[in-house]
């Protein structure tokens, strides 16, 4: 079997069965979602559900991945060790009836035995432009499964437009934002809807004082599923007798706008003036 190379620490731990000095490990605190797998062959041991803090200074599950974590008589007759299955790296120690959660077991585990595979994040892209960005954005970075907003360009023929050229109103830009979301906690339908509710899809080629070109109303979809919601919103808005002139265009090129324009009312600490929400569906 091919082994992952050890450092002189990580043997002194994982064949020579030390411990590392407690709150010392990279893995202690972390809460995030993922898999700790064996430093040494990266066969999967723990899932992050299972993972606790019991302030003992190393990591602690109440939990293995079934059939990853062999259990023997401790060298001192008394604790139980803990190695992985597979290539029986020492991982540390498991104790019963601590009373620190349901299972009332603890893996007391070294985090120089383990390394950390973080969860796939599953983010998905949308794009809508309804006049100033600093609006637009201002409104979707406040719905939950929204991790990210950038204003910025799209729609138009020139490569990294400035601010300058898109406002001279001759590349054929819209201000558009970037909105980066996780279908798992919102949707695009979601998304499109206040949209449609942030802005006035009415108004062609403007937005309130607004005036130009680059200030007019489009859903650039991102594919079909996002085409075919949008074209549902418009048909309710329309049967609201909405006149709404918002462009469905599929997504080209995203240029992010220059730093001073992200997070504009957030820097300012200020509310948008052409932005405000209107229910309409
Ligand atoms: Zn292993």
Redesign the pocket.
């Known amino acids: 079997m091919n ?1 992952n190379k050890l450092t002189p620490g990580e043997k002194a731990v ?1 064949v020579d069965k030390g411990t590392e000095k407690p709150f010392s490990g990279k893995l202690y605190d972390l809460r995030e979602k993922g898999t700790y ?7 999967p ?1 723990y899932n992050s559900d299972s993972k606790f803090d019991s302030q003992c200074g190393w990591p602690s599950f109440d939990d293995e991945i079934d059939g990853a974590v062999e259990r023997i008589v401790d060298a001192d007759g008394v604790r139980t060790e803990i ?7 020492h991982l540390g120690h498991v104790f019963l009836g601590e009373g620190f959660t349901d299972k009332n077991i603890r893996h007391c585990v070294n985090s120089i035995s383990m390394k950390f595979i973080a969860e796939k994040k599953n983010v998905k892209k949308a794009y809508f432009a309804g006049g100033c960005f600093w609006g637009v954005e201002y409104h979707f970075e406040k719905l939950e499964g929204v991790s990210s907003v950038v204003s910025g360009y799209m729609g138009g023929d020139k490569d990294s437009p400035t601010y300058g050229e898109v406002c001279d109103g001759n590349t054929g830009h819209a201000e558009t934002v970037e909105v980066l979301f996780d279908p798992n906690l919102t949707s695009f339908e979601e998304l499109a809807r206040l949209f449609f509710e942030i802005h006035d899809p009415t108004e062609l080629n403007r937005q309130g004082p607004d005036i130009g070109e680059q200030y007019r109303s489009a859903v650039f979809y991102a594919d079909d599923e996002q085409k075919q919601i949008t074209e549902k919103l418009i048909g309710i808005l329309r049967d609201k007798d909405y006149d709404v002139v918002t462009g469905v265009i599929p997504a080209g090129t995203f240029w992010a706008a220059e730093d001073y324009h992200q997070d504009y009312y957030e820097k300012k600490n200020g509310t948008p003036y052409c932005h405000a929400y209107t229910k309409r569906f």
């Open positions: 082994y994982i797998v064996c430093k040494r062959c990266d066969a041991l190695l992985c299955d597979n290539c029986d790296a």
